[in-house]
């Protein structure tokens, strides 16, 4: 099983409906990273989140990290077109390394 | 400031081959990490350099090396390529690590023929 588990895999929804995706740990975090990539291309970076109860927003998209359940998710309010895309997150280990989990590819109708 | 950038963006090799990627760093950073994304395994951590040393390494064969210059630009090598090699690599920037915010280049996509 993956060490982040990400849900949904993938998602389709209407032109102005909100969304969430979840991403849970199997093991401590240290540090949370959120990512959006096109399809084939590289990723951009959305938003860390460190420390347990953080949220941080960046226009329509917010990100909570809940340390104690090792859980973060990604909240895209009133979501368009310009959203649709894979979603990854990453997370930071002991070792240095930074291990992602396998996506969730977003659709937006419009 | 430029972003990160990897040459070349896409290649065509066949098996038994070796390719070398290239990839340029955001201007300050000091650390460059590899990453290798398939349909069937997602993404997954190569290796990261920082000040001229690998700093951690994945799980990948041998076959995969890389190095980075003084100048902080780093390269990956893959010998000996498999069709299983066939796939997007990206590499990272970070000021300071692989533990802190990454930014993404571009991609090489490889395929093995």
């Known amino acids: 099983s993956q060490e982040l588990e990400q849900s949904p895999q993938s998602l389709i929804v209407q032109e102005g409906k909100n969304l969430t995706i979840n991403c849970t740990s199997s093991k401590t975090l240290y540090g949370l990273y959120w990512y959006k990539q096109k399809y084939g291309e590289g990723l951009i970076f959305l938003m860390m989140?460190?420390?347990?109860?953080e949220e941080k927003s960046h226009e329509k998209i917010t990100a909570k990290l809940d340390e104690k359940k090792q859980q973060s998710s990604l909240h895209i309010t009133a979501s368009q077109p310009s959203h649709a895309g894979i979603y990854l997150c990453?997370?930071?280990?002991?070792?240095?390394?930074?291990?992602f989990g396998q996506g969730t590819t977003l659709q937006v109708k419009p | 400031k430029a972003g990160v950038t990897q040459t070349p963006r896409y290649l065509i090799k066949t098996r038994g081959q070796q390719v070398t990627l290239s990839c340029s760093p955001i201007?300050?950073?000091?650390?460059v990490s590899w990453y290798q994304q398939t349909p069937g395994q997602g993404l997954q951590f190569l290796f990261e350099y920082f000040s001229e040393t690998q700093r951690n390494k994945g799980n990948f064969p041998g076959r995969f090396s890389g190095r980075q210059f003084s100048n902080s630009r780093s390269e990956m090598n893959v010998s000996t390529l498999e069709l299983g090699d066939s796939a997007l690599y990206l590499c990272?920037?970070?000021?300071?690590?692989?533990?802190?915010?990454?930014?993404f280049g571009p991609g090489t996509r490889l395929t093995v023929t």
């Open positions: 990453g997370a930071g280990r002991n070792t240095g390394k930074l291990i």
């Open positions: 201007s300050g950073h000091r650390s």
């Open positions: 989140l460190q420390k347990g109860g």
């Open positions: 990272a920037s970070s000021p300071q690590g692989s533990s802190y915010e990454q930014y």
